[in-house]
């Protein structure tokens, strides 16, 4: 058996070297493998702004992310005695009447050249494909936070006209999180982005393992007009567009007065990869 020597006199056999690494390297792989094969359910409370929530439900299992959020807002939960019990607190939510429900549903496969959503344009349903590239994500922070029963840590990306900042904790190994954001090393516990117009994604409640069912019709879903999202955005930006028209059209003239129209989204994606051309 080779051996070799260091300044203290201490023998190391390379063999053994090699086995602990090899074994080192086993443990993180059966627990790579046991944390993508064991089934996750996140809840989260969506806030688009500081007058509505909703409530978007994440599954994770074998590399795959299934987000589902209903359109009608949430209503504000009452106080009780162990609102404490909660992963976060939703103290902003309030009911919103908006009219005919739908569901928002997103499923993204690790190593997939796009992820597909469902989303409702004038009363219709569409199955869209959005070639979103992977996030980029910069972990290199200091900051540690305790939120709701979680340490977690900071983590910040660029993402499409914005800056995300999600904080995600190491108890939950899964790369999963809220909307079409996930690949940190755990689950992300809190997300929002920087600007006028903050989304925040606040957990709620964990199920892990979750032994459930997802409740996704996929068969359906395939079945739906199916667009690019750069199809959906076009239209749905003239059909905004047209109905600002109308409503300036309305609007009193003031001489010497000119009013600038600049485009804000009322979405965390402010500007799109083909608009930057």
Known sequence: MQKFKRGSGLAFSTPTIMNKYFLFFLLSLA???????????????????????????????????????DSLAQPKPQATDNANDDELSGSMSVTLDLGKVYRNIIIQKNNAAQLLETRSFKGSNYLVSDELQPLVWNTNYSDVDTLGKHICHKATATYRGTTLVAYYT?????????????????LIVMLYNEGV????????EIEYPYTGEIPVNEKYMNALPKLSLESYIKKEDLENEERMRMMMSKMPLIEGVTVERK????????????EKN
């Open 170 to 186: 190491n108890d939950i190994p899964v790369p999963a999180g809220p909307y079409k954001f996930g690949g940190l090393p755990g």
């Open 31 to 69: 627990t790579t493998v046991f944390s993508y094969g064991q089934k996750l359910k996140a809840v989260y409370e969506y806030l688009p702004s500081p007058m509505a929530t909703f409530r978007e439900e994440v599954y994770f299992q074998n590399g795959v992310k299934t987000s589902v959020r």
């Open 197 to 204: 117009n903050p989304h925040y994604w606040l957990l709620k």
């Open 263 to 274: 485009k804000v989204r009322g979405s965390v994606e402010q500007v799109y990869e083909w």
